[in-house]
């Protein structure tokens, strides 16, 4: 049988011994599994920045991955924490919106209340369930333990107001951005089935308004602009981001996660 | 035979070829070992952050790995380098104190100097023993080459003062702060075997003082603090952590590692 | 059969979910292969950084290790992406001259143009090749598909000037600054082959002139150096170093990758 993943995405930072402690839990108990750091950098708490991040990764892991994302603020508190599964994938996470796009998305073909102690770290502390809840339940999970084993379904997990275009008039949608990346670049939440391409690839009738300007320019990679002037373009996550070439949007144009825009056919 | 884990801690930063360079070389002598980063982040040259960071990841993970742990200022030197086994797990590091707390706290099997050269990297550089002697080290120890092996018996390996509380009066005692968390909390030298918790889990009788006030409230996990004011709470690493909800306690306190703090009962 | 290796070397930072994206597409091909990041901290866009850090650790790993670097700024446009194999290591980087050390230094056995779409993931975006195409052609890569079937040979990759050491006059060199390391040590492309070490291990007879002055101290290792001033030693990829023990040779000298520098003879 083929090894599996366990993916992990937190707001732990690089510094510290959190991530480590973390992956030591998952391979004490299944040391044949393969355990793939994505990101322990999210901003410290932010939950939404979370859910995107695993919204733009985990389709291209291997089928049956165990997607760990632990952004809990209210770690200790009476939140529950849950696992989540759709065809291929399954999900451990606090429940506090950190899973909505999978939820709101995919088709999911069960949710639990993680609640069975004996698949948890021996002594449980009540502010790192990182390393005691979700690490070790991930690692029963990757040995093959049912879902239904690790505690009650679940009917109501917390889903958050994914920010989604308006149309305000025809053609005219109100939208906002979604995520900054490490270049500066803004993913916007709009995509082709509000302005769609043409058949270069260029979304050459779409134009952007934002708070301080508006983008008339667009592109289909990042070096075909020559200059330092915005453009739009469609991102690798099958949104449409605002870049400079060479440069970051979000500092140029003093947009960040959040931002309205404004998208509109010409 | 369940495949065996090193773990690597070190000051390499992640921008380099440093710790890329030492995890193909574990992996050019054992392709079969899983080889974890814990964190290569640790503040260049700062042993005490190494040593503390070792101390609270080091028991997650499975038994037999190998821990490797390179802050090394002293590199090139005289300083020997050494192999420390205890019953579950294995120490690759410099003589330099960096495994202060596993000497002092824990029992110890054996304790090596590492000097049997073809166990090492053939050209074998002065200024990057990670690379060049603990890598290749740890990879021949995980396919199960004999601690002796590796060199002579050593009985005097260097042991730094790990803070330790001390009881000025009856029920207080003068402590300091260990670490200094990702998030800014504060995590001191304090435990319940100083002040116990109370049935509910709060520190309830004790209080903190510091340089710049005093500490009353204590919490049992974050998100029980609902504004901006320090409280103390039992962390996941046994300690009680001085923390702000949502903020760097570090910060607003202007404590770091190292700083005097006072824990008494009331 | 040994597991199989696939290096990471990228400028996509830690943050987001791009070095993510790319580990689960070659684990989602060949779940068998040690995916390991070397780095994903490259300054974005810096092809010569990039090129350095590859050559300073891709010959530790194991043989028939994959190495993938993606610094890739003109990602979507007609630059070519390769498929370059040495002796015993395979690398897969756009044709921008990332590979200029591998190409000028070793023993190139076959490069080939990565042209064979039915490799590359379903949809193709513009913007990232690391998860579209270089990710997967590594998957296929270590499952042992052929280097001739990704695509056609290839005969004028492009190569950068690394940058040489130009003999002035008898015994005196003009050169330059490589890299800057984590430490703020300062990398030259000055070897023992320009003046040798003594037999102590000293550059002993060897002087450094740069824009602000001179360094005539020479030394062996960090800790050998008490004081805080600049020294020069022969550092672990065998290039002459200028260091500061415990402190930033680049900050204290004001000089970066690219400073000019001369080695003379004393």
Redesign the interface.
């Known amino acids: 049988m ?4 366990v ?1 992990l ?1 937190t707001d ?14 998952i ?2 108990i299944n ?2 599994v ?9 901003t ?2 932010d939950i939404l920045e979370a859910a ?3 919204s ?3 389709r ?4 049956r ?1 165990i997607h760990v994302v632990v952004v809990d ?5 009476q939140r529950r924490a849950l696992l989540v599964s759709i065809e291929n994938h399954f999900f451990l996470a606090p429940d506090n919106g950190v899973l909505s796009y999978i939820l709101t998305r995919e088709e999911v073909y069960g949710i639990f209340s993680l609640t069975e102690e004996h698949f948890f770290q021996k002594t449980l ?4 369930h990182g ?2 809840v979700f690490a070790p339940v991930a690692g029963w999970l990757s040995k093959g333990v049912e879902s239904a084993q690790f505690g009650e379904p679940v009917t109501d997990p917390l889903v958050l107001d994914i920010p989604k275009p308006q149309e305000v008039r025809p053609k005219a949608w109100k939208g906002s951005i979604l ?1 900054v ?3 500066g670049n803004l993913i916007t939440n709009f995509t082709p089935e509000h302005i769609p391409l043409d058949e270069q ?1 260029y979304p050459a009738v779409a134009k952007v308004r934002h708070l301080h300007g508006e983008i008339v320019k667009t592109r ?5 602009s020559a200059d330092k002037e915005p453009f739009l ?5 099958g949104y449409y981001e605002i870049a400079i ?2 440069g970051s949007a979000a500092m140029e144009l003093g947009l960040k996660a959040g931002s309205e825009i404004a998208l509109l056919q010409r």
């Open positions: 083929a090894r599996r993943c993916s995405i732990f930072g690089l510094a510290g011994p959190f991530a480590g402690a973390m992956k030591g839990t391979l004490r040391p044949e393969n355990v793939v750091d994505v990101t322990h950098s999210i410290p708490g995107f991040v695993l733009c990764s985990f291209f892991f291997p089928d991955t603020p209210k770690v200790g508190s502390s009540s502010t790192f390393r005691d995520y990346d490490t270049f690839g289909r990679y990042f070096a075909e373009m469609l991102g690798s996550s070439n060479n």
